[in-house]
Each structure stands twice: as structure tokens, then as C-alpha cells.
């Protein structure tokens, strides 16, 4: 769940969303390329904590 699997997800994304996401869609796919900002595992680690009914552990 590391960059190259987010740029792949991200390269789906990019065909299927909207026209006005367009830009920030690419804009992401350029920075996960040079292995900056969140990957599929940061979303789903973001998604869990955002639930305060659910504890992560992390070992």
C-alpha cells in the first residue's frame, strides 16, 4: 500500500472522475511519483482514526 500501488489507484481515479478534478487528480499523481504526499495506506489509516468507535493498533 505504498506509492506504486496509490499511482495506480490514482491512475483509475483519473479516469473516472470529473472534469473539474482533472488538475489536482495529475497534481497527485506527480507528487506520489516523487514518493510524496499520502498513499492508499495513509486513507485508510485516516479513515479509521476519523471513527471514534474504532481503535487502531499499530504493531
Do not use: R
Not at 496509490?6 to 506520489?32: G, P
Not at 516523487?34 to 471514534?52: A, C, Q, R, S, V
Request: with cysteine; charged share 30%.
Amino acid at each position: 500500500m505504498g506509492y506504486s500501488e496509490t499511482i495506480a489507484k490514482l491512475n483509475e481515479k483519473l479516469n473516472n472522475c470529473h472534469q473539474s478534478n482533472v488538475e489536482e487528480v495529475i497534481q497527485e499523481i506527480k507528487d506520489a511519483k516523487m514518493n510524496k504526499g499520502p498513499t492508499i495506506f495513509d486513507w485508510i489509516e485516516e479513515t479509521i482514526l476519523d471513527n471514534e468507535n474504532v481503535t487502531l493498533i499499530l504493531e
